[in-house]
């Protein structure tokens, strides 16, 4: 029987090297992503209290169960810039969320 260290082969480790950097970015893009995510969420949840003095529980549901940055960031825009509740949720079921 032959034996074979494979980590004493320079492919090898350049190979494995690569893959756990990759992982590690991968892992820290990920980390990013939800982070914004729950900012954003909070954001919103935090300008319709303030803003409004409402805590929608079905639209916040709603509002937490979507993963698109970009929606979110719409939905928070739009809390900043409406005047009332009501034209917030108007706004907002154009978005179709």
């Known amino acids: 029987d032959i034996t ?3 980590t004493k082969l320079r492919l ?3 190979a494995f ?3 756990r950097k ?4 991968e892992g820290i893009e990920q980390g990013r992503k939800e982070g914004i995510e729950k900012g954003l969420k ?3 949840e935090s300008i319709l209290i303030v803003k409004f003095g409402r805590r929608d529980k079905k639209l916040l549901a709603k509002i937490k169960k979507i993963k698109d ?3 979110l960031r719409k939905i928070k825009t739009e809390a900043m810039r409406t005047k009332s ?3 917030f949720i108007k706004k907002i079921e154009k978005l179709k969320i």
């Not at 990759?22 to 970015?25: D, F, G, P, R, V």
């Open 22 to 25: 990759q992982a590690i970015e």
């Open 17 to 19: 090297e690569k893959t």
């Open 12 to 14: 090898f480790r350049e």
């Open 69 to 71: 940055i970009d929606l």
């Open 4 to 6: 074979i260290d494979l």
């Open 42 to 44: 909070d954001a919103i």
């Open 85 to 87: 509740f009501n034209e």
